[in-house]
């Protein structure tokens, strides 16, 4: 819980580094151009046969306007029309993945990501949606989770209207900041009253719950001015938050090159923006999932983590890691049974594919025994904070200390330093350890060398 994260400024100095997020592993960095569709068709018969329960992605991936800190795979156009063409790959995408699946196979997740998926207009949304009900199984009774991401600057009571009437249930705002000089220094003007309505519309439609994602770290960001974002966002009750820390990376995404980088918070600003951000929300009754997520007590997220049900897919923090996850559209990821694949992240190679009759899939992995020995041990830190030796020895026949003695030195000296508590059976993240989960998680991270590192964010 969110009390039980300790503030070690020290300890996070020197644990804060680069590293995955580990939404899979193996990581998408590790992915290889040795998976293509006849791979995928393979892992989809498989999850056929077994009637597995499905997580779908839909990747839509255009914006009308540009915010500098984005590292999306977006598409930033003022053309409304050039989604057409689109739309119509994306739908041929899905019928060649249904005729490989079986209709009793519920869709248990849904996700619209981008890019802005509301830059679609009404017809093209329940187009969309409609060709998602005839090639899979939605449900219809609202059991499922099914979300969609909203920019309040593309949304109205209208278009959420339209939303719930086509079944979602779920919806995640993006804010990032409310000062105007910190909006402006980013191309993101966005009012208080814009994400306000867009948050009474979720709650007088019943949306079953609402997320809000922040930034701290972004030009002109001062602790005072963050503290006020946060104080007022606390006030709309989002049911989850997540606070991530910007990642200056403008050798890699390119609209990051319009950010100075004189305008930047120090490190020590940084820290006190995150320090003070925590205190808040723990005043107002939020706790900490994982890393830079935080939800009320009644959500699911934090009841799933109570029961030890919390999962992590490429969707982030789930309930509905045990689903086979299909991406579609351009750059979207699949993880089916031990199979990870990617479309093509260009959008006219994505497009070509479907135009031949093909999938777009250019890159994956298949998991090995190793993979998935130490992806269960990841996942058991990034959601748990905590593995068992027993359980893992059992599932993978195996001895845990004999397995990783490499790691032991490591893991001795996290131990002393107060991350972790390392039992003789067991391995805990302690209060101080919480925020740099990350950071332990990587010791069992077998493909990650240093060059790759400044690849990632850090951790805090």
């Given at each position: 819980?969110?009390?039980?994260?300790?503030?070690?400024?020290?300890?996070?100095?020197?644990?804060d580094q680069?590293?995955?997020?580990?939404?899979?592993?193996?990581?998408?960095?590790?992915?290889?151009?040795?998976?293509?569709?006849?791979?995928?068709?393979?892992a989809?018969?498989?999850?056929?046969?077994?009637?597995?329960?499905?997580?779908?992605?839909?990747?839509?991936?255009?914006?009308?306007?540009?915010?500098?800190?984005?590292?999306?795979?977006?598409?930033?156009?003022?053309?409304?029309?050039?989604?057409?063409?689109?739309?119509q790959?994306?739908?041929?995408?899905?019928?060649?993945?249904?005729?490989?699946?079986?209709?009793?196979?519920?869709?248990?997740?849904?996700?619209?990501?981008?890019?802005?998926?509301?830059?679609?207009?009404h017809a093209?949304?329940?187009?969309?949606?409609?060709?998602?009900?005839?090639?899979?199984n939605?449900?219809?009774?609202?059991?499922?989770?099914y979300?969609?991401?909203?920019?309040?600057?593309?949304?109205?009571?209208a278009?959420?209207?339209?939303?719930?009437?086509?079944?979602?249930?779920?919806?995640?705002?993006?804010?990032?900041?409310?000062?105007?000089?910190?909006?402006?220094?980013?191309?993101?003007?966005?009012?208080?009253?814009?994400?306000?309505?867009?948050?009474?519309?979720?709650?007088?439609?019943?949306?079953?719950?609402?997320?809000?994602?922040?930034?701290?770290?972004?030009?002109?960001?001062?602790?005072?001015?963050?503290a006020?974002?946060?104080?007022?966002?606390?006030?709309?009750?989002?049911?989850?938050?997540?606070?991530?820390?910007?990642?200056?990376?403008?050798?890699?995404?390119?609209?990051?090159?319009?950010?100075?980088?004189?305008?930047?918070?120090?490190?020590?600003?940084k820290?006190?923006?995150?320090?003070?951000?925590?205190?808040?929300?723990?005043?107002?009754?939020?706790?900490?999932?994982?890393?830079?997520?935080?939800?009320?007590?009644?959500?699911?997220?934090?009841?799933?983590?109570?029961?030890?049900?919390?999962?992590?897919?490429?969707?982030?923090?789930?309930?509905?890691?045990?689903?086979d996850?299909?991406?579609?559209?351009?750059s979207?990821?699949?993880?089916?049974?031990s199979?990870?694949?990617?479309?093509?992240?260009?959008?006219?190679?994505?497009?070509?594919?479907?135009?031949?009759?093909?999938?777009?899939?250019?890159?994956g992995?298949?998991?090995s025994?190793?993979?998935?020995?130490?992806?269960?041990?990841?996942?058991?830190?990034?959601?748990?904070?905590?593995?068992?030796?027993?359980?893992?020895e059992?599932?993978?026949?195996?001895?845990?200390?004999?397995?990783?003695a490499?790691?032991?030195?490591?893991?001795?000296s996290?131990?002393?330093?107060?991350?972790?508590?390392?039992?003789?059976?067991?391995?805990r993240?302690?209060?101080?350890?919480?925020?740099?989960?990350?950071?332990?998680?990587?010791?069992?991270?077998?493909?990650?060398?240093q060059?790759?590192?400044?690849?990632?964010?850090?951790?805090?």
């Amino acid at each position: 819980m969110l009390e039980s994260i300790h503030w070690d400024a020290d300890l996070i100095r020197r644990y804060d580094q680069a590293g995955p997020r580990y939404t899979s592993y193996p990581t998408a960095m590790q992915f290889h151009p040795g998976v293509g569709p006849f791979e995928l068709f393979h892992a989809l018969r498989d999850s056929r046969k077994a009637r597995r329960a499905l997580s779908l992605y839909l990747h839509i991936p255009f914006c009308a306007h540009v915010c500098y800190y984005c590292a999306c795979n977006k598409v930033v156009t003022k053309d409304r029309s050039r989604s057409a063409p689109y739309l119509q790959r994306l739908i041929h995408e899905m019928s060649i993945i249904g005729r490989h699946l079986d209709h009793d196979q519920v869709v248990e997740q849904l996700h619209f990501g981008g890019g802005t998926p509301t830059f679609l207009d009404h017809a093209q949304l329940r187009q969309l949606m409609a060709e998602l009900r005839r090639n899979f199984n939605l449900l219809d009774d609202d059991r499922a989770d099914y979300s969609i991401e909203i920019d309040p600057r593309e949304a109205d009571w209208a278009t959420m209207g339209l939303l719930r009437e086509l079944g979602f249930n779920r919806v995640s705002l993006g804010v990032q900041d409310l000062d105007p000089e910190v909006q402006r220094a980013v191309n993101r003007l966005q009012t208080l009253e814009e994400t306000r309505a867009i948050v009474d519309a979720a709650r007088t439609l019943q949306f079953r719950s609402l997320n809000i994602d922040l930034i701290y770290g972004l030009p002109k960001q001062t602790p005072a001015s963050f503290a006020r974002t946060v104080d007022e966002v606390i006030a709309l009750q989002p049911d989850r938050l997540s606070v991530f820390n910007y990642a200056h990376l403008p050798e890699r995404f390119m609209p990051q090159r319009r950010i100075n980088p004189a305008e930047l918070p120090s490190p020590a600003d940084k820290l006190s923006m995150l320090e003070t951000t925590i205190q808040q929300l723990q005043a107002a009754g939020y706790r900490h999932i994982g890393m830079d997520h935080f939800a009320l007590p009644d959500d699911d997220l934090a009841m799933a983590q109570e029961d030890g049900r919390l999962q992590r897919n490429f969707q982030g923090y789930t309930t509905h890691g045990h689903c086979d996850l299909i991406g579609l559209g351009v750059s979207a990821i699949s993880h089916v049974g031990s199979l990870y694949c990617q479309n093509d992240s260009n959008l006219v190679q994505y497009q070509n594919h479907l135009d031949t009759g093909q999938l777009a899939v250019c890159r994956g992995l298949h998991s090995s025994v190793d993979d998935e020995v130490r992806a269960a041990v990841i996942h058991g830190l990034m959601c748990d904070y905590r593995v068992d030796f027993s359980a893992i020895e059992a599932r993978f026949e195996l001895y845990f200390p004999s397995y990783f003695a490499d790691l032991w030195p490591q893991l001795q000296s996290m131990a002393s330093d107060g991350l972790i508590a390392l039992g003789e059976r067991s391995i805990r993240v302690l209060p101080a350890g919480r925020l740099l989960v990350r950071a332990v998680a990587m010791l069992f991270d077998g493909y990650l060398i240093q060059q790759e590192r400044p690849r990632y964010s850090r951790v805090i």
